[in-house]
């Protein structure tokens, strides 16, 4: 198996002066791009195409993210916020272009259409969670499995290629990566009311607030030390961090039972990869 690389094959794509002066992309899904790379690289149905599967799959996710943190208010129409709402416009659909660039210069006709099956999906599934975030019918608990759900799409559209004696493995280790990061997320983005605003925190302060809670954590320009304050009193980052360290135990769990040597020896060095890179991430958060 070659090196994983794909961080740095990303690179080129996202590493834009533009962009880095006036505004902002979402982490890219590095722990479920490695795991997808170490399942399409093993056993007898290796695919000699996992390190380009791997690329495309992890430049639809960023651009399906992208798309995804674009601020929606009305405000400073003309100011530096509108340049980064359309700067986030453009990178989304720059990503996604090179998606099917690359695919369709290797003749991978078959997998455009597998990846854009599952593109759709992820909308539908994201129109519907929209659908009842507005209708305000849904628990904390239930926006994070629906999140989840949706960060495991795309690369669910893989299970087909996987050795069959590893896919059910493979589906528990994607479950629990994909937790794992989108929980990360959830830590990182509480840190401001504007971009959390109807993520876990949102909903989960939303459930045990009095009125005047309630009605604070509806404006839209709620002040950050009340938000802070909500936030340790219904112990949001507390409970956000439980998940964490639960996934990251299952995670361990799941390797212990692995026979083969080869295949634990690279799970393993995606796990140490990937909880370093939260602690990095956690340290960054907290100074944040």
């Given at each position: 198996?070659?090196?994983?690389?794909?961080?740095?094959?990303?690179?080129?794509?996202?590493?834009?002066?533009?962009?880095?002066?006036?505004?902002?992309?979402?982490?890219?899904?590095?722990?479920?791009?490695?795991?997808?790379?170490?399942?399409?690289?093993?056993?007898?149905?290796?695919?000699?195409?996992?390190?380009?599967?791997?690329?495309?799959?992890?430049?639809?996710?960023?651009?399906?993210?992208?798309?995804?943190?674009?601020?929606?208010?009305?405000?400073?129409?003309?100011?530096?916020?509108?340049?980064?709402?359309?700067?986030?416009?453009?990178?989304?659909?720059?990503?996604?272009?090179?998606?099917?660039?690359?695919?369709?210069?290797?003749?991978?006709?078959?997998?455009?259409?597998?990846?854009?099956?599952?593109?759709?999906?992820?909308?539908?599934?994201?129109?519907?969670?929209?659908?009842?975030?507005?209708?305000?019918?849904?628990?904390?608990?239930?926006?994070?499995?629906?999140?989840?759900?949706?960060?495991?799409?795309?690369?669910?559209?893989?299970?087909?290629?996987?050795?069959?004696?590893?896919?059910?493995?493979?589906?528990?280790?994607?479950?629990?990566?994909?937790?794992?990061?989108?929980?990360?997320?959830?830590?990182?983005?509480?840190?401001?009311?504007?971009?959390?605003?109807?993520?876990?925190?949102?909903?989960?302060?939303?459930?045990?607030?009095?009125?005047?809670?309630?009605?604070?954590?509806?404006?839209?320009?709620?002040?950050?030390?009340?938000w802070k304050k909500l936030k340790m009193k219904y112990k949001c980052d507390t409970l956000l961090t439980d998940k964490l360290h639960e996934s990251i135990q299952s995670i361990q769990g799941l390797l212990q039972g692995i026979k083969d040597e080869h295949l634990i020896s690279e799970l393993s060095t995606l796990l140490d990869?990937?909880?370093?890179?939260?602690?990095?991430?956690?340290?960054?958060?907290?100074?944040?």
């Amino acid at each position: 198996m070659k090196p994983y690389r794909i961080p740095q094959l990303v690179k080129p794509y996202t590493d834009y002066d533009m962009i880095q002066r006036h505004t902002e992309l979402p982490p890219f899904s590095d722990g479920r791009s490695h795991l997808l790379y170490i399942f399409l690289s093993y056993g007898t149905e290796a695919d000699r195409n996992s390190e380009l599967y791997t690329l495309v799959t992890g430049l639809v996710q960023l651009a399906l993210d992208t798309h995804e943190i674009i601020d929606r208010t009305q405000d400073d129409p003309g100011g530096d916020l509108m340049r980064s709402r359309q700067l986030k416009v453009l990178a989304g659909d720059y990503f996604s272009g090179w998606f099917y660039h690359l695919l369709a210069k290797r003749g991978q006709i078959e997998m455009v259409g597998s990846l854009s099956s599952a593109i759709a999906d992820f909308n539908v599934m994201k129109a519907r969670l929209y659908g009842k975030m507005k209708e305000m019918l849904l628990s904390a608990e239930q926006y994070l499995r629906h999140s989840v759900q949706l960060n495991m799409r795309l690369f669910l559209s893989f299970t087909p290629m996987i050795e069959g004696a590893l896919t059910e493995l493979w589906e528990k280790l994607l479950a629990e990566f994909s937790h794992c990061e989108t929980v990360c997320y959830e830590l990182r983005r509480g840190n401001d009311p504007g971009n959390a605003r109807e993520g876990y925190c949102y909903w989960k302060m939303l459930e045990s607030a009095s009125d005047d809670e309630a009605e604070l954590l509806r404006d839209q320009n709620m002040d950050l030390k009340d938000w802070k304050k909500l936030k340790m009193k219904y112990k949001c980052d507390t409970l956000l961090t439980d998940k964490l360290h639960e996934s990251i135990q299952s995670i361990q769990g799941l390797l212990q039972g692995i026979k083969d040597e080869h295949l634990i020896s690279e799970l393993s060095t995606l796990l140490d990869r990937f909880l370093l890179q939260m602690k990095i991430s956690g340290q960054a958060a907290v100074e944040g």
